[in-house]
């Protein structure tokens, strides 16, 4: 679906998965329109920004891909208490995480072809999953992920009826070593972003309308909600 040919809309282009995967459509012959903040002014958070950006895009995209997100807000971290939980840094990760995203599925489903395969892909995390935390802690960034997980799965379900081939799904990329996680790394081994972006693609190359509304990590294995 990201072969030669193609059209791919990159939401999150200047960021260090986003770059990787801008670089590596491109490599494979696939027209690459880039969108982000820091490059175009868009604000996913911000439903005018959304709408004016991608209301100004013409044609379709095989691959829509929102690599936009964030584990913290500038000047403070992931909580390890409940005791840390901000409301207002919940609710801007809310917006960023999972709002976001949605909102972009929603002024982009005109961009997604109704006659053959597609995807829409957004960046979640294995955090996300709350059949899979063992551990606790990080709130703030671990609600925002569920709840994307459940909009990207709630998404699929509707655009099933009238994009039948189209792909609905979430992404979980590992740990990759860019400024998003330098200061969370600690010692887990990172994959430096060219890397991520050549697993993600091939994930999604393995995939058809049989998987949509499913979370996958890096790897092609699925991840429980």
Wanted: glycine share 10%; with cysteine; net charge neutral.
């Amino acid at each position: 679906m990201t072969a030669d040919g193609s059209r791919a809309l990159l939401i999150g282009s200047s960021g260090g998965i986003g770059s990787a995967l801008r670089d590596a459509l491109a490599a494979r012959g696939t027209e690459v329109v880039g969108l982000s903040r820091r490059d175009h002014g868009l604000d996913v958070t911000d439903e005018a920004s959304l709408a004016k950006h991608l209301g100004a895009l013409e044609g379709s995209f095989e691959l829509i891909f929102v690599a936009t997100g964030a584990l913290a807000l500038p000047g403070s971290e992931p909580e390890k208490t409940l005791k840390a939980l901000d409301p207002e840094q919940f609710l801007q990760q809310m917006a960023l995480n999972a709002l976001g995203p949605a909102l972009v599925l929603k002024h982009a489903r005109r961009l997604l072809p109704r006659d053959r395969p597609a995807i829409f892909a957004a960046l979640s995390a294995r955090v996300g999953s709350i059949g899979d935390n063992r551990l606790g802690g990080w709130y703030s960034y671990r609600a925002s992920k569920a709840a994307l997980n459940q909009m990207i799965r709630s998404a699929s379900v509707e655009m099933a009826r009238t994009h039948r081939q189209l792909v609905c799904v979430a992404l979980h990329p590992g740990t990759v070593a860019t400024p998003f996680t330098a200061d969370y790394l600690g010692r887990h081994p990172a994959v430096p972003p060219e890397e991520a972006a050549r697993n993600l693609l091939k994930v999604l190359d393995g995939l058809g309308p049989e998987h949509t509304g499913r979370f996958f990590d890096w790897a092609g294995k699925e991840v429980p909600w």
